[in-house]
């Protein structure tokens, strides 16, 4: 599995933390940048990450900001992405399980390195249940046909 890892510089440091943790479980990390503290704008990683998936070139993508905020509101510009942004375990779960996430957004000055773990593992161990929530799926694509 290949995962396209992205963040601003206030995410810089945990998505660096990231890396060998996705590498011990076997992921390739395709990794977007941003690579170091210097101030960067979000919006650029985001693009990034999100055409990498919406491309195919990575079966899913992690971006991390300050926040987790303006990353997720950017990504979610591209069509067929689903950025999730998610602060607890049950959220990481629920953003695979009903939405599909198929980007996992976290915030660098919001989680530790350990909490952001365990959510990206949870969300990586979940798996979309389909059936009523996969409607519902077709109806936010419905949205982003209608106003494109
Ligand atoms: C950058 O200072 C900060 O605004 C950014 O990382 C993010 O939190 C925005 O939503």
Redesign the pocket.
């Known amino acids: 599995m290949k995962i396209a890892l992205g963040s ?4 810089y440091s945990l998505k660096q933390s990231l890396i060998p943790f996705l590498q011990e479980r076997d992921i390739q990390v395709a990794d977007a940048g941003t690579n170091s503290e210097d ?1 960067v704008d ?1 919006p650029d990683f985001a693009e990034r990450v999100a055409l990498l998936v919406s491309h195919n070139e990575a079966e899913a993508g992690i971006l991390i ?7 997720s ?1 950017a990504a979610n510009k591209v069509p067929g992405i689903r950025a999730a942004l998610v602060t607890d375990e049950f959220m990481a779960r629920m953003a695979k399980e009903h939405n599909n996430a198929n980007i996992l957004v976290l ?3 919001v989680l530790d390195e350990q909490k952001a773990r365990v959510l990206v593992g949870a969300w990586l161990d979940a798996s979309f249940e389909g059936g009523r929530h996969q409607g519902r799926l077709d109806k936010i694509t419905e949205i982003e046909n209608k106003y494109r």
């Open positions: 601003d510089h206030g995410g101030s979000y900001c300050g926040t987790g905020i303006g990353i509101i915030g660098g000055r």
